[in-house]
């Protein structure tokens, strides 16, 4: 905690150096049993350092020991890391419009939806809310059970059963 405390107070570079010798290895290790590849701990490991040393004041040793805040940071820039490796890149996009859809596809889609329709109308009235609520509502079973005061294992039950009768009405 002093080194940071130094870091922070008055840019201390030995402090930093000694911080960085200490858990840049434990950090990039971390990072590769996390699952990255030797490269992404290498290079999310210098971020993680950087950001160590630019964002010092924002330490808080009341909140964390400084190896949880660093091990916090490395994580999330894990996640940042395998969020951009997931985005495409700009050039990978498509220009233009999308070609049009074959009108065959367009046909099974509307037989499908009406399918379905008539499936979620069969559905007991009870069970049918539930899905509504959850897939065109777009409410978590909490949030459903909040709103209709009926108990969280009922609603995945119902839900769990509506689901059920629905897959088997679509085959």
């Known amino acids: 905690m002093a080194h940071v405390l130094r870091i922070r107070s008055a ?3 030995t402090a930093f150096a000694e911080l960085f010798r200490h858990f840049a290895p434990r950090v990039k290790a971390f990072l590769i049993k996390s699952g990255s590849t030797p490269s992404q701990a290498e290079e999310c490991t210098q971020e993680v350092m950087a950001t160590l040393w630019h964002k010092a004041h924002l330490f808080d040793p009341s909140r ?3 190896a949880t805040w660093v091990y916090t940071i490395a994580r999330n820039r894990r996640i940042d890391l395998l969020r951009k490796e997931r985005r495409p890149e700009p050039e990978d996009l498509t220009w233009g419009p999308e070609a049009e859809p074959d ?4 046909v099974s889609l509307q037989q499908e939806t009406a399918h379905l329709r008539e499936a979620l109308k069969a559905l007991p009235q009870a069970q049918r809310e ?3 609520k959850a897939y065109f509502g777009d409410l978590s079973h909490r949030e459903i059970a909040a709103q209709t005061g009926l108990p969280l294992g009922t609603i995945k039950s119902r839900i769990r059963l509506a689901l059920d009768r629905l897959r088997h009405a679509m085959k």
């Open 11 to 13: 840019q201390d570079k």
């Open 64 to 66: 964390a020991s400084v």
């Open 103 to 106: 009108q065959a596809d367009i």
């Open 130 to 132: 539930l899905i509504e």
